[in-house]
C-alpha cells in the first residue's frame, strides 16, 4: 500500500528565514511526485511534478527535490503569502491505479 | 471554463437527506476524479472517470456513495441517506488524460446535522 508521510506537520517561520519540508513515501514503482499548496477554503493549486531521483525543480522561492525515499520542498527567504498548507502525492507506476495518494500537508505560517 | 467548477460551494444538509455535488472539469479533460477531504488530513480518493467510464471506484466509503459521469464531462456525486461522517470537503480533479497533472476544484463543502 502506498503511503506519504509528511513533516513538520506545522511550522512557523519568520519573514525571511528559509527552511524545508519534508515528504517521505512508499510506493512500488513512482510515476511521479506531485506538491500542491492549499490556501484556506480552497482547492489544492499545482506547484511541481518530479519524475526521477535527482531531479529538481524551481519556481520564485520554491525549489523541490526528490531522491528515491523522499522529496523536498526548500522555501527561501519566505514572505506572509508563503503562507499555506503545502502538500505531497505519489503517483504509482502501475497503470491500473490512476489515483494519487496524498500526504496529510504541513502547514506553513510566515510571520512578517 | 478556464478551471474546474464545483456546485454547490456550501451545504448544509439534514442527517439522512440525499444530497448532489456537480462537476464541471476543464474543457478537454478525460480523467475525472472525486476526493474526499476532512479537515487537517490530505485529500483521499474516492472515484476515476476515463470519460463515461467509471474505472475505479475503490475509494467510495459505502453503498450510499454513488458517482456518474454519463456524456464525459460534468460528473455529479450523489450521497444518499447523509450521515455526520459524511461531513468534509468534496474536491472534484481533471487532467488531460492519466497520468498527466491533476487540477483541482475549490471544493464543495458538506455539512451534515
Not at chain 1, 517521505?24 to 490556501?39: E, K, P
Not at chain 2, 476515463?50 to 459521469?69: C, H, I, T, V, Y
Request: hydrophobic letters at 30%; proline letters at 5%; aromatic letters at 10%.
Amino acid at each position: 500500500e502506498d503511503q506519504v508521510t509528511q513533516s513538520p506537520e506545522a511550522l512557523r517561520l519568520q519573514e525571511g528565514e528559509s527552511s524545508s519540508l519534508n515528504c517521505s513515501y512508499t510506493v512500488s514503482g513512482l510515476r511521479g511526485l506531485f506538491w500542491y499548496r492549499q490556501d484556506p477554503g480552497k482547492g489544492p493549486e499545482f506547484l511541481f511534478t518530479l519524475y526521477s531521483a535527482g531531479e529538481e525543480k524551481e519556481k520564485e522561492r520554491l525549489k523541490a527535490t526528490l531522491t528515491k525515499k523522499e522529496s523536498f520542498l526548500h522555501i527561501t527567504a519566505p514572505k506572509p503569502e508563503d503562507s499555506a498548507t503545502y502538500l505531497c502525492a505519489v503517483l504509482p507506476m502501475d497503470t491500473g491505479r490512476r489515483a494519487l495518494t496524498f500526504g496529510s500537508g504541513t502547514r506553513l505560517q510566515v510571520q512578517p | 471554463g478556464a478551471g474546474v467548477s464545483q456546485s454547490p460551494r456550501y451545504k448544509v444538509a439534514k442527517r439522512g437527506q440525499d444530497v448532489a455535488l456537480r462537476c464541471d472539469p476543464i474543457s478537454g479533460h478525460v480523467s475525472l476524479f472525486w476526493y474526499q477531504q476532512a479537515l487537517g488530513q490530505g485529500p483521499e480518493f474516492l472515484t476515476y472517470f476515463q470519460n463515461e467510464a467509471q474505472l475505479d471506484k475503490s475509494g467510495l466509503p459505502s453503498d450510499r456513495f454513488f458517482a456518474e459521469r454519463p456524456e464525459g464531462s460534468v460528473s455529479t456525486l450523489k450521497i444518499q441517506r447523509t450521515q455526520q461522517e459524511d461531513s468534509a470537503v468534496y474536491l472534484c480533479a481533471s487532467s488531460l488524460e492519466a497520468g498527466n497533472t491533476i487540477y483541482f476544484g475549490e471544493g464543495s463543502w458538506l455539512t451534515v446535522v
